[in-house]
């Protein structure tokens, strides 16, 4: 955000949630303008809202940030088989159906939608996945 405000010569001060439901709490309140965050975590606030019809997710992502399974570093083959799996699940396009599953259709129990459509850094990932760490996506 304060690269956003340096390089664009925008002005604004920032509020701090101690977490992301008070952080939407203070938009949903009035009590900010925005609220900055990942777009999956923002589609979760503003489908769990009171008003969901009120709320949009805009502009261009502020970074890109690589998500990943959490493994013990030390088993290899667990680690092969894993990446084994899911880049079975890419090609044959398994995995983007869960995807709209999850992030497209009503989710149960409430039948909310995040309507979150795939973005080109997800798309690039399944056509061609890698172990890149997330300093490899910083300059992106």
Not at 37 to 45: Q, R
Not at 86 to 94: N, R
Not at 109 to 123: D, F, H, S
């Amino acid at each position: 955000m304060r690269k956003l405000e340096r390089d664009n010569g925008v002005s604004f001060n920032l509020l701090f949630g101690k977490d992301h439901a008070e952080s939407f709490l203070l938009l949903e309140s009035g009590r900010s303008d925005a609220f900055a965050m990942d777009d999956n975590t923002l589609a979760g606030n503003i489908s769990n809202s009171k008003s969901p019809q009120d709320y949009g997710i805009v502009g261009k992502p502020l970074g890109i940030e690589p998500l990943s399974i959490m493994i013990r570093k030390d088993d290899l083959r667990f680690k092969a088989a894993v990446d084994e799996i899911i880049k079975k699940m890419m090609g044959s396009g398994e995995l983007e159906q869960l995807y709209a599953k999850w992030f497209l259709r009503p989710i149960p129990p409430r039948g909310a939608v995040l309507n979150i459509p795939m973005g080109e850094a997800l798309r690039a990932a399944f056509k061609s996945p890698n172990d890149d760490p997330a300093e490899a996506y910083e300059n992106k």
